[in-house]
Nanobody
Framework: QVQVEESGGGLVQAGGSLRLSCRTSGRTSSFAVMAWFRQAPGKEREFVIYRDWSGGRTYSADSVKGRFSISRDNAENTMYLQMNNLKPEDTAVYYC????????????????????WGQGTQVTVSA
């Protein structure tokens, strides 16, 4: 299967920024869409953001809208989650979820619609 590896997490003060990376490898040369999810202890995996590369449209959870953005570097097969103005409630393990084909917009928040996951990277935001 496609291999996925997240990195870039760490400890940051509230109001600070982090950029998470998601590097992929395997048989697939490119992905049409990319999403990021996060999971805090005792909570379900939560949708964060979704980007359709062809259409250029980004869909964000209300909790991160205006603070998080998504981008990619095709040469490195790497996708990025830029997180600005971080809040303590952003603390979670973050996972990237690339997809080869697009999803109906009504389904992008469902983790079960994504097949490739890495080990995640821990983000901790202190007050």
């Amino acid at each position: 299967q496609v291999q996925v590896e997240e990195s870039g997490g760490g400890l940051v003060q509230a109001g600070g920024s982090l950029r998470l990376s998601c590097r992929t490898s395997g048989r697939t040369s490119s992905f049409a869409v990319m999403a990021w999810f996060r999971q805090a202890p005792g909570k379900e995996r939560e949708f964060v953001i979704y980007r359709d590369w062809s259409g250029g449209r980004t869909y964000s959870a209300d909790s991160v809208k205006g603070r998080f953005s998504i981008s990619r570097d095709n040469a490195e097969n790497t996708m990025y989650l830029q997180m600005n103005n971080l809040k303590p409630e952003d603390t979670a393990v973050y996972y990237c979820a690339p997809r080869i084909n697009r999803l109906a917009i009504s389904t992008i928040r469902r983790a079960e619609n994504y097949y490739y996951w890495g080990q995640g990277t821990q983000v901790t935001v202190s007050a």
